[in-house]
């Protein structure tokens, strides 16, 4: 899983025409002849920056894979728009496929990214030719859910306060930011801490910067997670996979198995002894995974 010397990321800006603009990275042609090339789009967790995973790239390379993604609004390079819903990554990637001259493509992501990756899926018909969602979380209310059972206090809180609305969600993050470091448990098992020493330790370069900037973006994200999502799961027919951690206390498992149960014809692995983050050990197999059904597809 580690990087390759030839993989160069290059980064733009796509003008919505609407006084929006997403900042957008792209990895070029994939340069192997020996399989189809395929975009696949990757969405980042709550709070990263929309960098592509570093620590994919080798087998991306391995596997002809074209890696596009994007900074969601309000994060990094891209335009806040508040109020926005989880349908919204649907236009959007739309948007930066189109610019790009991208017709079909696959979908990946991971945590909240596992969630806004299941939009376009959901709304963007054919285009879309798989999806892998790690981690997701569930819609908000979902039938037969109990959304918060399982999560860490830190985590809850946070998204107690966003369902309670914009200005408690303000006000608790407020709050938050003067939190000792370590103070507040969001969530993270010993297998996510060990993961933080291996290749997944690149998501420090995605949430440290996310976080710098800072709670703007995380409370669109978490207003967005808890409200109308804008589409309903069930409608997602390209083949698809949820992979979640059985210890996960950031988003609990349920979330996972809700989603696998609501997709059509969804896989699930469901890795018993993995976290929030040690899960992503998984995302090499679930980018092969990918790769296969949607050339199938």
């Known amino acids: 899983m580690s990087d390759t010397p030839t993989t160069q990321v290059t980064e733009s800006d796509v003008d919505l025409g609407d006084g929006h603009v997403l900042h957008v990275y792209d990895t070029g042609d994939p340069g192997t002849a ?11 967790g709550t709070p990263n920056l929309g960098a592509p995973p570093r620590p994919l790239f080798a087998a991306a390379a391995r596997l002809g894979i074209r890696w596009v993604s994007y900074d969601r ?8 728009r508040p109020g926005r819903d989880v349908a919204s990554a649907a236009r959007d990637v739309a948007a930066v496929t189109d610019a790009l001259g991208v017709g079909s493509f696959a979908v990946m992501g991971h945590s909240g990214g596992g969630t806004h990756a299941l939009a376009p899926a959901a709304l963007l018909g054919d285009r879309v030719r798989g999806v892998a969602s790690i981690s997701p979380v569930a819609p908000f209310g979902a039938s037969g859910l109990d959304w ?23 006000a608790h993050e407020a709050v938050a930011a003067q939190a000792a470091e370590g103070e507040v448990d969001f ?111």
């Open 73 to 80: 609004p309000g994060y990094a390079g891209s335009t806040p």
């Open 187 to 297: 969530g993270f098992v010993p297998a996510d801490e060990a993961a933080f020493s291996g290749p997944w330790g690149w998501l420090g370069s995605v949430v440290g910067p996310a976080l710098a900037a800072g709670p703007a973006a995380l409370i669109d994200d978490d207003l967005a997670y808890v409200s109308d999502w804008g589409f309903d799961p069930a409608d997602v027919t390209a083949p698809a996979l949820v992979v979640h951690g059985g210890a996960d206390r950031m988003v609990p498992a349920s979330h996972g198995e809700w989603l696998a149960r609501t997709i059509p014809g969804a896989d699930l692995w469901l890795q018993p002894d993995d976290g929030h983050i040690s899960v992503l050990s998984t995302a090499e197999q679930a980018l092969t995974w990918l790769a296969r059904a949607a050339r199938i597809a």
């Open 148 to 170: 918060f059972a399982g999560m860490a206090p830190g985590g809850e809180a946070s998204l107690r306060a966003a369902a309670a609305g914009r200005a408690a969600k303000e």
């Open 34 to 44: 020996d399989v189809e090339p395929l975009v696949v789009v990757w969405h980042h």
